[in-house]
């Protein structure tokens, strides 16, 4: 999970969160008093998890930032590489690419107050099917209406521009998080379905439930045998009690 400021678009926070700064550092060897980070991405996992910062903390009081924020369908590498400026832009062959599969919405003006909902791709299917998840109610929407809320209230898509990765763009005052997968992640998810649905249970033989019950009976046995041994102790511990209680004062 990455934590991004809110910038006018998703690029934007991720050049930000990976920016080159200048730090107040001394050095050991020299008499330098400026040092330079930076945060490099070396591995990208299956599930990334983009977290907007959307609440910002004065003395008083935290406020919510409601900046429209733009985010594309799909990412690459070359999105998380330093030299940001040709992000998404990169179809070198093998490279992987991330889809957008849940976004996590929230309304509301403050931390404490609001509601959250979700618009999440049912992965384990073929067909393009998005769901809006909100409280205990999940309905299967077309994708157009999963989407296309009003900005204010929800994820806009947005028609006339069209992401450098061949995707599709959105717009979200409210989003609070994006979740992207990878795209052979989301393939493995649709065939482990398919293979579920395909394959029947085994007929187990006879002799088999035989053995297993007969396995259970035998357990049953050995479980009031134990329960019988259990109750014996403990009616010997609590006459040695009673024994000793008596002695005590004789023993002094």
Known sequence: ??????????????????????????CEHCTCAIGLRHIEIRKLP???????????????????METAITFPEFLDESWFEM????AGSSNQAGRHRWRLTAVLLHSGATVRSGHCTARLLDQSRASECWLTANDAFVEE?????????????????LTKIRAQTNGRLFGSCEVQMLVYTREDEIARAQAMERCAEEVTPPVVPEEVLAGDAAKGTAYGMEHAEYLEAQRKFSEGHVERRSLL??????LG
């Open 83 to 86: 030299d940001t400026a040709s």
């Open 46 to 64: 299956l599930v990334l998890c983009l977290q907007i910062k959307r609440y910002k903390r004065t003395k008083d009081k935290t406020t919510k």
């Open 1 to 26: 999970e990455l934590d991004l400021n809110v910038c006018s678009t998703l690029q934007q926070a991720l050049h930000l969160f990976m920016k080159v700064e200048e730090i107040e550092y001394r």
């Open 245 to 250: 209680e008596g002695l005590m004062p004789i």
């Open 141 to 157: 929407e077309p994708f157009d209406e999963a989407v296309s809320r009003p900005e204010k209230i929800g994820v806009t898509l």
